[in-house]
């Protein structure tokens, strides 16, 4: 490339860059740890950089403890607003403000072959080529839950289309009443079967 091409080719990264960064303020999160990084790329003593990178994981883990505690403990406590660190969510994400009961629910589905039912793994059902599996929407086997006719003739064909092996299909709710003090009291209910060309609900 010639060395006249380099410096507006540059110059227009820059300006790229800076645009960015103007634009979508999510960008601005990641310009805090340039500073950062090339102060720690640029320390040779390695007594100093473990000292450093300590402060710089403690600080973070402060930052995320208070965010963590801040709604349901700092504000309901002292009667007031804290401030929120902006772009910042704890390990987690806000799961970690989630209620989570002692009840839990699911959605199984169950191929048969020659009368045989087979477990199908909901991973196995939704990875493609491409992505693999979506595990931010890990939970999207309950859209398939209500009694839907059309959203359940779909899945069927899904299903018929990515598992040809299987005769026929159950779609199956889970619930366990009480992981507490029922650990292992499980209830499960057949809500419909399908193959390529009908669906039954069940009652």
């Given at each position: 490339?010639s060395?006249?091409?380099?410096?507006?080719i540059?110059?227009?990264?820059?300006?790229?860059?800076?645009?960015?960064?103007?634009?979508?303020?999510?960008?601005?999160?990641?310009?805090v740890?340039?500073?950062?990084?090339?102060?720690?790329?640029?320390?040779?003593?390695?007594?100093?950089?473990?000292?450093?990178?300590?402060?710089?994981?403690?600080?973070?883990?402060?930052?995320?403890?208070?965010?963590?505690?801040?709604?349901?403990?700092l504000?309901?406590?002292?009667?007031?607003d804290?401030?929120?660190?902006?772009?910042?969510?704890?390990?987690?994400?806000?799961?970690?403000?989630y209620?989570?009961?002692n009840?839990a629910?699911y959605?199984?589905v169950?191929?048969?072959?020659?009368?045989?039912?087979?477990?199908?793994?909901?991973?196995?059902?939704?990875?493609?080529?491409?992505?693999?599996?979506?595990?931010?929407?890990?939970?999207?086997?309950?859209?398939?839950?209500?009694?839907?006719?059309?959203?359940?003739?779909?899945?069927?064909?899904?299903?018929?289309y990515?598992?040809?092996?299987?005769?026929?299909?159950?779609?199956?709710?889970?619930?366990?009443?009480d992981?507490?003090?029922?650990?292992?009291?499980?209830?499960?209910?057949?809500?419909?079967?399908?193959?390529?060309?009908?669906?039954?609900?069940m009652?």
């Amino acid at each position: 490339m010639s060395t006249k091409l380099i410096l507006p080719i540059n110059v227009l990264c820059q300006l790229a860059g800076l645009f960015v960064f103007i634009t979508y303020p999510d960008f601005r999160l990641f310009a805090v740890f340039i500073p950062l990084s090339v102060a720690f790329n640029s320390i040779r003593s390695t007594r100093v950089r473990n000292t450093y990178i300590s402060l710089f994981v403690i600080v973070w883990m402060l930052l995320f403890q208070y965010e963590s505690i801040r709604t349901f403990y700092l504000n309901q406590n002292f009667k007031k607003d804290f401030p929120k660190t902006r772009f910042l969510f704890p390990p987690a994400g806000w799961i970690m403000f989630y209620n989570v009961g002692n009840s839990a629910g699911y959605i199984e589905v169950f191929g048969f072959k020659d009368g045989v039912p087979q477990f199908i793994d909901p991973h196995d059902i939704f990875e493609t080529r491409t992505i693999g599996y979506d595990n931010i929407h890990r939970g999207i086997l309950g859209a398939v839950s209500d009694r839907n006719p059309q959203k359940a003739m779909q899945f069927c064909r899904f299903l018929n289309y990515k598992f040809p092996y299987f005769d026929k299909f159950y779609v199956a709710a889970s619930y366990h009443p009480d992981l507490v003090k029922e650990r292992f009291e499980r209830r499960q209910r057949i809500l419909y079967q399908c193959d390529e060309n009908q669906i039954k609900f069940m009652k």
